[in-house]
Nanobody
Framework: QVQLVESGGGVVQAGGSLRLSCAAT?????MGWFRQAPGKERELVAA?????YYLDSVKGRFTISRDNAENTVYLQMNSLTPEDTAVYYC?????????????????WGQGTQVTVSS
């Protein structure tokens, strides 16, 4: 069983930056960040396993990194826009490939709100 605790959300102005952290108890192969905006489906933003995945709209702005010693995954978000406003969820899975479908991930954090004001 893997437990995930996110931190780092908040309110930021457009163009600003935030860094999300997700501390995990227990090991997993893949870790990632999903987000869900009101009225929209949950989407995979970035993930790391044996490869790395980024949603097209965040490429060049967001960076996912993983500290295996601390069992923590980070999401550095730069050049934020109001379209990035959502609840961001950390997820973990023991698959060696990255799945974009939320139902393929086994473990979830409670979510952290990111609000980008214009």
């Amino acid at each position: 069983q893997v437990q995930l605790v996110e931190s780092g959300g908040g309110v930021v102005q457009a163009g600003g930056s935030l860094r999300l952290s997700c501390a995990a108890t227990g090991r997993s192969v893949a870790m990632g960040w999903f987000r869900q905006a009101p009225g929209k489906e949950r989407e995979l933003v970035a993930a790391v396993a044996w490869s790395t995945y980024y949603l097209d709209s965040v490429k060049g702005r967001f960076t996912i990194s993983r500290d295996n010693a601390e069992n923590t995954v980070y999401l550095q978000m730069n050049s934020l826009t109001p379209e990035d406003t959502a609840v961001y969820y950390c997820a973990a899975d023991n698959s060696f490939t990255i799945a974009t479908e939320p139902n393929k991930w086994d473990f979830w954090g409670q979510g952290t709100q990111v609000t980008v004001s214009s």
